[in-house]
């Protein structure tokens, strides 16, 4: 099981920016197939907002709410970032780091929380108008 660590949440204005970090256990090198960033707001669903293979070419996938705004990324083979730019109040909810195992079978886009693995505790993002 991997261990995940989301970081880098907060409030901000409409507009602004923020970055998310997720940390996973570094015994996890090496056997993480893809990751993803999924979201919770108040009374809704967990969707899926990017997504990222840690293999081949690193895809990347967005949802269409997100599309030119938000850039999934990796730094390494366990940490993987989300960069918030122009955002606005409907992206305010709890975020949730996800990733895949290698050995899974699964694949992380079409987001599905279900096909994920190993999930963080989740952090806040608020922005006010």
């Known amino acids: 099981q991997v261990q995940l660590v989301e970081s880098g949440g907060g409030s901000v204005e409409a507009g602004g920016s923020l970055r998310l970090s997720c940390a996973a256990s570094?015994?996890?090198?090496?056997?993480?197939?893809?990751g993803g960033w999924f979201r919770q707001a108040p009374r809704k669903g967990r969707e899926g907002v990017a997504a990222i293979y840690f293999v081949g070419g690193r895809s990347t996938y967005y949802d269409n709410s997100v599309q030119g705004r938000f850039t999934i990324s990796l730094h390494n083979a366990t940490n993987m970032d989300l960069q918030m730019n122009s955002l606005t109040p409907e992206d305010s909810g709890t975020y949730y780091c996800a990733t895949i195992a290698r050995s899974s079978g699964s694949i992380c886009y079409p987001f599905d929380p279900a096909a994920m693995d190993d999930w963080g505790k989740g952090i806040q993002v608020t922005v006010s108008s």
């Open positions: 570094e015994s996890a090198s090496g056997s993480i197939y893809c």
